[in-house]
């Protein structure tokens, strides 16, 4: 494991001292330098420059031509040294594309000394009055320099991850994502709950393959990556293993495991299969879907991995006779669950998937006729190592049907109790798949598919007349009943494009049953605080952008535990998955200010900052509340709800934020409007891309940049109102995770600000998107209006 | 062929069935996705030219000759279609809601005759209650049982610690109040009264 790495709690008081050293410091004469950019006209334009220039307060004030150019940043580099600046204002564009650069013209000094002033998107572009613009622009840059004087050096957040990795279930997608963390050197675990890996895949026999036009062996092709997996010395396998516990840290998870026992000693087992004869218990084989038995001892399948016996001690009757049997005395009846810990950087959940419940369908009579099975049966049935040998044979009598009846979307597409009203995705080219292996080696036996949409996208459109050349019907209805009538079943449908109920006489109906979140993953979820969809499968964090992130830093998801899938699709996410574990291992991360800090020595555990992050970046370390800097995005809404104050927002403290209105409003003349609008970063885009397309707004309108409205408090605002702010507008994206902060924020703000006496329209909130930047100008317009108009701005 | 033309208002049909008070708020019309299964099971379906299915299109294409089609009269309201339909809409609610819509013409008039027994019944007891005059058939149709049943019912209420199930006394007497004062009553005779056109 990786010890190097720091944890956050000492990152916090770093920063914590940090802060309080420059705090100090930044009272005494710091030194604050203005550079002007004229951007070829774009600025200089519209904006008296020299005018500016004479009215700023600053050590040293200059303007360019194009200040981004390679030869300003050897200006800047030469003023910052000769002229002893310690803080710098770049009046020019806009800070969202430009900021970086002008850090990095500054490098001596440290990134957050670096205030740009948005001269060009915010002024020039949309103010159209020299005079007045000019006015505005001294005002934004003062503003600036008031800022930065504020501003605290801050050290980068790099986050490391410790270089291992526990995964939790042992199908493909698990074994798939551990083998190739494993060959990148990171430690891999992978627990699964059943005594053998292979999951659902080993169980079907054959899978769908668009490309070859033909079914290949899915043990033919699990079997060597699971030989890979065993033999790895980066991967260790625990069986019949679930979690316990599970304890987030900075730069790991803690996790208690219980591993239950098998009776058997697996480093002793040779599987030579001795203890079986003996075994006096007989149970439904859940390999072949309980259409066979096992004894109490058993291996799950042939090529199980781990090659070893298991005891199944649920039906063990402790007979003992398999331990007198047993050449190697692998056998003790005595052993109990073991509780294992497990310190891991990262978690990726690979849980997969359970089958819909076809009990709760009586009226396709699945538990009362035998000859009415789910695909999973009918794939064992098919399988050459199946209950049958892979011969197709009825249940009731082992004679071969004559015809095969598949009712597709069983559970599937269904709203009522117990439904899903997803698809399942994959029933229709499983369904296919039955029916071209049917047709192929039984051609006697009819295959008919009831279907209400069939669901071929992409390559597997080729499949389906593939399959349809070997002779299928497809009758296009959903199936309402399953009957009995003399030797025959009855699939009662309508033929939808017949417009004709369809009593259709058949051996065998083999119904498509859905696919559905397994009750494990549900509890891994709970365990570690990990996001559900509505269909409580594992949720991701961006279905487009981070589709295997959950909304945990650092737990991954892949495979049928985030949704349904087939095979194809779960081994690109897996890899996806492992991808970025990789990523954050290797390269660490670093955290952008700004975020939040946790002054451990105010913190009373109250644990309300946690309730409210919808970031999930707040977590219980121990006793102690910490705050994953990879997560946090700086929103401040854990600091207003802090009854201690012991949370800081780092990037944006009070003094700068004070420190800029105050500029923003200062000598504001008599008659005069100003409204501040505090916009997040997409409300700041929009307002970039009212200015590149030289919309305009009032020149009343000064903006505050800011992570999210959560970071401002009722006495921000009344400092602005006192200060001559005659409105204020909030813009920010509604981000569906924090919108029931956002409406408690939006709530108390108004609240307060009325029970000041301010009048309600004077505080107006706005949801910005990016592309509409238009309608955030025509706020800017409506808001400096209605105040213009209105009769109450006297009383200000 | 069909032939379609631009018209904005084309779910007018869709829209007024919706809101309609007999149909259940959260009526998944809009969403059937014409799989049939309602047709499949309905007794309806089996025995005459009735399709749920088709007039749950018909609907969704907005095609008034439909209130006028004569199948509409063949459903039976056993609501199977409602407690199978995988999207939640419920045809029986829609085929009440078509029929109603035709109720003050004449010829359709003619078509309730053969409810009005449910009709009397809320004026006998007080509740809605299977009429007198499908006794027979009911226990034909399900033996002793039914005749059980009906003899029984009282008591066993009582022995389950529930109330009567008809409605007695001065309630009955507020419930017929009720249905003379806010014109079911005269309805009701109308409809009894009216004759093939």
Same mark, same amino acid.
């Given at each position: ?159 490391? &991850? ?167 005395? !692998? ?182 049953? !859905? ?34 992130? &959950? ?9 049928? !535990? ?192 009325? !029970? ?41 | ?197």
């Amino acid at each position: 494991m990786n010890t190097e790495s720091k944890n956050l709690e000492n990152l916090s008081s770093d920063l914590e001292n940090n802060y309080n050293s420059l705090g100090k410091k930044s009272k005494s004469g710091e030194r604050v330098g203005v550079f002007i950019c004229r951007c070829g006209g774009n600025i200089s334009d519209t904006i008296d420059i020299e005018r500016l220039k004479s009215s700023l307060d600053a050590n040293f004030v200059e303007d360019y031509e194009n200040l981004c150019s390679l030869n300003c940043r050897r200006h800047i580099r030469e003023e910052i040294m000769e002229q002893n600046l310690d803080r710098v204002v770049i009046a020019a564009c806009s800070p969202l594309t430009h900021l970086k650069t002008f850090q990095n013209y500054a490098d001596p000094l440290n990134p957050s000394m670096v205030e740009m002033v948005n001269l060009r998107e915010q002024c020039s572009w949309v103010h159209d009055d020299p005079e007045k613009a000019t006015q505005k622009a001294i005002g934004l840059t003062q503003a600036g320099v008031e800022k930065v004087k504020s501003a605290q050096a801050l050290k980068k957040i790099i986050s490391r &991850t410790e270089k291992s990795a526990a995964i939790f279930g042992g199908g493909i997608s698990g074994i798939t994502a551990a083998l190739s963390l494993a060959n990148q050197g990171v430690k891999v675990t992978i627990i699964e709950k059943n005594p053998a890996i292979g999951g659902n895949m080993v169980k079907i026999g054959k899978v769908f393959s668009p490309e070859k036009l033909a079914e290949e062996c899915s043990l033919c092709i699990l079997n060597p990556i699971i030989n890979d997996v065993v033999n790895h010395k980066n991967i260790n396998i625990m069986t019949k293993t679930n979690l316990r516990r599970a304890g987030r840290r900075s730069t790991y998870f803690n996790l208690v495991l219980e591993k239950e026992t098998s009776y058997i000693h697996e480093d002793r087992c040779i599987a030579c299969g001795n203890c079986v004869d003996v075994c006096p218990v007989e149970v439904p084989d859940e390999w072949n879907q309980g259409m066979t038995m096992r004894k109490a001892i058993y291996k799950p399948f042939a090529q199980a991995v781990p090659d070893v016996y298991t005891i199944d001690t649920e039906n063990c009757k402790k007979c003992g006779k398999c331990v007198k049997v047993c050449k190697m005395d !692998a056998i003790d009846l005595k052993l109990k669950n073991e509780v294992v810990p497990l310190k891991a950087g990262s978690v990726i959940i690979a849980t997969g998937h359970e089958h819909f419940d076809l009990s709760t369908r009586p009226e396709y009579g699945y538990e009362r006729f035998d000859d009415v099975i789910s695909q999973m049966d009918l794939a064992r049935l098919l399988g050459v190592n199946g209950p049958t040998l892979g011969k197709l044979q009825k249940i009731s009598d082992g004679k071969q049907p004559q015809r095969v009846v598949m009712v597709q979307c069983t559970g599937s597409r269904d709203e009522k109790s117990g439904g899903k009203r997803y698809c399942s995705k994959v029933c229709c080219m499983v369904a296919l798949k039955h029916a071209s292996i049917i047709r192929e080696k039984f051609p006697d036996t009819e295959v008919v598919i009831c279907y209400t949409d069939l669901r071929t996208p992409g390559m597997y459109e080729n499949y389906l007349r593939y399959v349809q050349d070997k002779g299928l019907k497809l009758v296009r209805g959903r199936p309402g009943e399953v009957t009995k009538k003399g030797d025959h079943l009855l699939v009662r449908v309508e033929d939808t494009l017949q417009r004709q109920p369809l009593e259709m006489e058949t051996d065998m109906v083999v119904l498509s049953e !859905a696919i559905e979140p397994s009750e494990g993953t549900m509890k891994l979820a709970r365990r570690f605080n990990v996001g559900l969809s509505q269909d409580m499968f594992i949720k991701e964090k961006h279905a487009k952008i981070k589709p295997v992130n &959950t909304d945990v830093e650092r737990i991954f998801v892949c495979g049928t !535990a985030q949704g349904p899938k087939d095979i194809s699709e779960s081994v690109s996410q897996a890899s996806a998955a492992a991808a970025k574990v990789s990523e954050q291992i290797k390269c660490g991360t670093e955290a952008e200010p700004p975020v939040a800090i946790i002054r451990t020595s105010l913190c009373k555990h109250c644990g309300k900052c946690k309730e409210i992050c919808g970031f999930k970046a707040i977590y219980r370390d121990e006793e102690y509340m910490s705050i994953d800097p990879m997560a946090c995005k700086g929103c401040g809404a854990c600091a207003g709800v802090c009854p201690e104050g012991a949370i800081e927002i780092i990037g944006l403290n009070d003094q700068e934020l004070y420190a800029q209105m105050e500029g923003l409003l200062r000598d504001k003349e008599d008659g005069e409007i100003r409204i501040l609008a505090f916009l997040d970063n997409v409300g700041y885009t929009a307002a970039d891309t009212i200015g590149n397309n030289r919309v305009s707004y009032p020149e009343a309108i000064r903006i505050i940049r800011i992570p999210s409205i959560n970071r401002i408090m009722p006495e921000h605002l009344m400092f602005a109102y006192e200060h001559g702010a005659d409105g204020i507008l909030m813009a920010e994206y509604p981000d569906e995770c924090m919108l029931e902060a956002h409406k408690a924020k939006m709530k108390e703000l108004s609240e307060s600000v009325a !029970a000041q006496g301010i009048p309600a329209d004077r505080l107006r909130f706005y949801k910005a998107y990016a592309p509409h930047y238009r309608g955030l100008a025509q706020q800017f317009e409506d808001f400096y209006m209605d105040i213009l108009e209105g009769d109450d701005l006297k009383k200000f | 062929m069909i032939k379609k033309e631009i018209n904005p208002k084309s779910n007018k049909l869709v829209e007024e069935v919706k809101k309609d008070y007999r149909a259940s708020q959260d009526l998944g019309i809009k969403r059937c996705m014409q799989c049939g299964l309602c047709t499949s099971n309905c007794p309806a379906a089996r025995h005459s030219n009735y399709d749920p299915r088709e007039i749950v299109k018909m609907v969704l294409d907005d095609n008034w000759e439909l209130l006028d089609n004569p199948d509409l009269w063949n459903c039976f309201y056993c609501y199977t279609c409602q407690s199978n339909c995988p999207v939640n809409n419920s045809p029986c609610q829609v085929n009440q809601v078509l029929r109603q819509k035709n109720l003050h013409k004449a010829e359709y008039k003619i078509k309730m005759k053969e409810f009005s027994a449910y009709g009397d019944s809320y004026l006998d007891f007080g509740v809605g209650s299977m009429p007198k005059a499908f006794f027979d058939g009911m226990v034909k149709d399900y033996g002793k049982s039914y005749v059980d049943l009906k003899v029984n019912l009282e008591d066993i209420r009582h022995e389950l610690g529930l109330e009567d199930y008809n409605i007695k006394g001065k309630a009955l007497e507020d419930v017929r109040n009720i249905l003379k004062e806010s014109g079911f009553k005269s309805r009701l005779k109308k409809f009894k009264n009216a004759k093939e056109s």
